[in-house]
């Protein structure tokens, strides 16, 4: 009985180990303070009315000026003309509002905000202001840490506006969404560090849902993905969307993500 | 004669009052991977005074050496684990002394630093002394709380010079509330 209590308490202990590095939702932490990262996030989608897929690339830069305030700015890009085109401008401002650390754990807000400009013509009920849409979002997201296994929700009110030289709907009566996400992250190596060379492998399983205020219509989608840390610097992301359950009216349903990020520490002075 | 004895025992109090910090562990809260504990460790290189930080990235436990014994900012190791976005769990100084009298809400002067002992018997210590600093934002939510009901002078809560010190304060210097 002994040896079966202490399999699972073995068990438990090194299972539970992770991360809140997320590949679709950003956590309520920041990166340390006077920082830089730069983000290449790369999105192959399918097509779901002709099966191609596209491709969407989204460079990003990643500022921490403070310790409680994070800023990224993003182009968005696809190929959906034929070749690659600047399709919009993504503004994305975060502030931790909340911190209780203790050791290996922690409990963190924070509150963001998201404007974009896009001038893609719009033929879909699903709101991305990150991607698709002209328009604004608003939330909060909250995240724990308990030794090395994260969970982070967020909640965030979509408005979009009209895409630059293209109208969204008419009678705008679909252009607001509420949205949520639950995401889980897990260490999975090493179990044991010896140094920051040491490459670090994380497996992530993430809930994206949205609800149109309008139709009352949504979706439901999961990300699992894998994450390695090269030389505790440098983040490669692949995962693979896909939903679950929905009746909103969209382009893409599913397909894969590959990200590729790198910090840069005390890069501002 | 007398003046012989008056030099001997000027001689033995200074020698009681000397110590030097050869070194400090920090422990950081909040965090468990490599990445989060590298800003720290990259964070606190930012101070021109230390020497080497060596990590180990499983306690989140960094060691410090410095340059100049005389010149260590304790404070600013803690606002530099802060600005990478964490806390400060733990923080203890290893300091090299000799006859050094302590005493419970007294204060001893080391290395241009003033320490108000706390939790402690009245002893002399020599040697190498592990002093753990118990100010607010040194330790878990949780330790500090159990540390604030060990005392009601108000020094504590500041971190300053206070009414409540002997010698009574001349102007608001930094003291640092440690015990073994």
């Known amino acids: 009985m002994l040896k079966y209590r202490l399999f699972w308490v073995l068990f438990i202990s090194t299972s539970t180990s992770a991360q ?28 779901d009315s002709s099966l191609k897929t596209s491709y969407h690339a989204m460079p990003e830069i990643m500022i ?9 700015a ?24 909340l911190s209780i650390d203790d050791v290996h754990k922690h409990f963190r807000m924070a509150a963001f905000g998201r404007w974009s400009t896009n001038n893609t013509p719009v033929h879909m009920d699903e709101i991305s202001i990150q991607m698709h849409n002209s328009g604004y979002e608003l939330g909060t997201v909250a995240t724990g840490l308990l030794h090395k296994t994260a969970i982070s929700s967020s909640l965030y009110y979509q408005k979009a506006k009209n895409n630059v030289q293209n109208k969204h709907h008419t009678d705008f009566r679909l252009n607001k969404s509420i949205n949520y996400s639950l995401s889980f992250g897990q260490l999975v190596l090493p179990k044991t560090y010896t140094s920051y060379r040491q490459t670090n492998f994380n497996v992530m399983l993430e809930f994206i849902g949205q609800v149109n205020t309008g139709n009352n219509k949504g979706f439901l989608d999961v990300v699992p993905s894998i994450q390695a840390i090269f030389n505790s610097v440098a983040r490669l992301d692949i995962g693979f969307r896909k939903q679950l359950t929905g009746n909103l009216q969209r382009d893409f349903s599913q397909g894969f993500i590959v990200k590729l990020e790198y910090l840069f520490f005390n890069a501002l002075k | 004669m007398k003046n012989i004895f008056f030099t001997i025992a000027l001689l033995l109090m200074i020698s009681t009052a000397k110590a030097q910090i050869t070194k400090i562990d920090l422990q950081a809260s909040g965090l468990t991977c490599s990445m989060c504990n590298k800003s720290i460790y990259k964070s606190l290189l930012t101070i021109t005074n230390i020497d080497k930080v060596e990590s180990d990235l499983n306690n989140n436990t960094f060691t410090i050496y410095f340059k100049e014994a005389k010149l260590v900012n304790i404070d600013e190791l803690k606002n530099k684990v802060e600005v990478a976005g964490y806390k400060v769990a733990n923080l203890w100084l290893y300091t090299q002394v000799e006859k050094l009298g302590v005493k419970n809400d007294t204060h001893t002067e080391m290395d241009n630093q003033t320490f108000h002992f706390m939790d402690v018997q009245e002893q002399e210590l020599s040697g190498l002394v592990k002093l753990r600093v118990v100010d607010k934002g040194f330790l878990t939510t949780k330790q500090y709380k159990a540390f604030e009901k060990k005392t009601t002078m108000k020094c ?21 509330h440690v015990t073994l």
């Not at chain 1, 401008?89 to 502030?95: C, E, G, H, Q, T």
């Open chain 1, 20 to 47: 809140e590095l997320f590949v679709v939702t950003e956590p309520a932490s920041n990166m340390p303070a006077k920082s830089i990262g730069i983000r290449m996030a790369n999105y192959f989608m399918q097509i």
């Open chain 1, 64 to 72: 921490a000026p403070t310790k409680n305030i994070m800023l990224h």
């Open chain 1, 74 to 97: 993003a182009i968005v890009s696809s190929n959906q003309k034929g070749g690659l085109h600047v399709e919009g401008l993504s503004l994305y401002a975060k502030y931790r509002f």
């Open chain 2, 156 to 176: 504590f809560k500041s971190g300053f010079m206070e009414d409540c010190c002997t010698p009574k304060a001349k102007d608001k210097k930094r003291i640092y």
